[in-house]
């Protein structure tokens, strides 16, 4: 869209064009005694340019070649030299600065061609023509000012195209802030509910199991899949609470530091440790004390990636009987000297958190699809900065050697570096030589 496709701006110069025409010419009239005097029909042939500028400039050729002629009858009639072309000119910026910028190049240089040729002409009839230099004069000062409006027109289109990438960058930002919303809430909302609704089935299917036999341990399921069920409500309000609270556009404005997602600190695994256990599993915690000043953002990844890792046991480990969780800090072994050439301090250079899920159940799977929910795992995990690990056990587990699950079983292990240190170059990665086992998709 070209600076004049608008009627107004159009409009605006024509009005200036015929009063430059009609008032410049009633003085050059004075200035050349040998002109024919001004009249009606030289007036409407000095505003046939303005009238074509603002009617006909989306039909160029025919604006151009309108205002050409009349501008040449008006010469070869006998009028006064001079400002007579000021509106074939000013037609010509139009049809310049106007519609498609290569049709409207091509059509305004061929007219001032044709525009040039009617003065000539003009001045081949006429006896009191001026000299030859003042006609080349008037026709640098037409390419000077065609030049200028190409220019003019060359840089509204560049302002045009900066212009509409802005806008589509920025309806790309805005469609994937929404993709990235959206996973971020099917993400929340599947870690809260597979990791619940999966000990209520376990527990429900003992309470069935159990309701003849001995109804009190029936009536204890029971009672734990009402608890659970709880505690579930309470975690799926807390994040539709991030999300309402988030998306409100008519409600109080939103603190920018707010959480972007519900964080549970690490005081909260014992629960998820006791909603796993039972139906035959046996659940051990470990927590190293270092956590304690882990930063809300992880101690939620940990809380996750535990809640995913347990839930993935009780849906796919058939057979397991025991589960490790270990969070562990681990300080590293970088040199002193190293970490002070990285510019942190030796104690903290290599500090790390590592989260390991560990069953002995019967290993890996490789016929399944990966669902929702390791993919939601390594997102979480990779999003501080870390690694996951997933595959089948190779080396003992730690623990007592009863709890030895040596080729057997499924580990999870997630790395991440803590806040402000230089995590070591990380080695882990998924197993090449045992198939990693991946969770149904729901």
Not at 17 to 35: D, E, F, R
Not at 149 to 177: L, N, P
Not at 240 to 250: F, M, N, P, W
Not at 422 to 435: F, L, N, V, Y
Request: a neutral charge; zero cysteines; hydrophobic letters at 45%.
């Amino acid at each position: 869209m070209g600076p004049l496709d608008r009627r107004r701006p159009r409009a605006f110069l024509a009005v200036v064009l015929a009063v430059v025409s009609v008032l410049g010419s009633a003085g050059a009239t004075h200035g050349q005694p040998g002109a024919r005097p001004l009249d009606l029909a030289a007036v409407a042939l000095l505003l046939v340019s303005p009238l074509a500028l603002v009617l006909l400039v989306p039909r160029p050729v025919v604006a151009v070649a309108v205002s050409v002629a009349a501008a040449g009858v008006f010469l070869v009639a006998g009028y006064a030299w001079g400002p007579v072309l000021a509106g074939p000119v000013g037609v010509l910026v139009g049809v310049l600065l106007s519609g498609p910028a290569e049709r409207g190049r091509r059509v305004a240089w061929g007219g001032a061609v044709l525009l040039a040729g009617a003065v000539v002409g003009a001045a081949a009839l006429r006896p009191d023509a001026p000299p030859r230099a003042t006609l080349l004069g008037g026709a640098a000062w037409t390419v000077v000012v065609l030049l200028v409006a190409g220019g003019i027109r060359d840089r509204s289109a560049r302002i045009a195209a900066a212009r509409e990438a802005e806008r589509v960058a920025r309806a790309e930002r805005e469609r994937t802030a929404v993709a990235d919303e959206r996973l971020r809430i099917a993400r929340e909302v599947h870690d809260v509910l597979a990791h619940s609704l999966s000990a209520i089935t376990v527990q429900a299917g003992v309470g069935l199991h159990l309701l003849d036999r001995d109804p009190d341990q029936a009536r204890s399921a029971l009672t734990a899949i009402r608890a659970t069920s709880t505690e579930a409500l309470d975690e799926v309000r807390a994040v539709l609470g991030v999300v309402r609270g988030e998306s409100r556009a008519d409600g109080p404005a939103i603190d920018d530091g707010a959480p972007l997602a519900p964080t549970w600190d690490l005081a909260a695994l014992p629960r998820l440790v006791r909603q796993a256990a039972g139906g035959g599993l046996t659940v051990a915690l470990a927590v190293d004390p270092a956590t304690a000043g882990l930063p809300d953002r992880l101690a939620g990844v940990v809380y996750r990636v535990v809640q995913e890792a347990l839930t993935n046991v009780r849906r796919h480990a058939l057979g397991a009987t025991h589960v490790d969780v270990r969070v562990d800090v681990d300080a590293g072994s970088r040199s002193g000297s190293d970490a002070r050439a990285a510019g942190v301090d030796g104690d903290r250079a290599s500090r790390s958190v590592t989260v390991t899920v560990t069953d002995d159940g019967p290993g890996t799977r490789s016929d399944a699809e990966p669902g929702y929910g390791l993919r939601g795992m390594r997102e979480r995990v990779e999003s501080v900065g870390g690694t996951l690990t997933t595959g089948s056990v190779a080396e003992p587990t730690h623990g007592p050697p009863e709890n030895d699950t040596a080729g057997r079983g499924f580990r999870v292990r997630a790395v991440f570096p803590w806040p402000g240190t230089t995590p070591r170059p990380s080695t882990t990665g998924r197993s090449d030589e045992e198939p990693p086992r991946h969770e149904e998709a729901p």
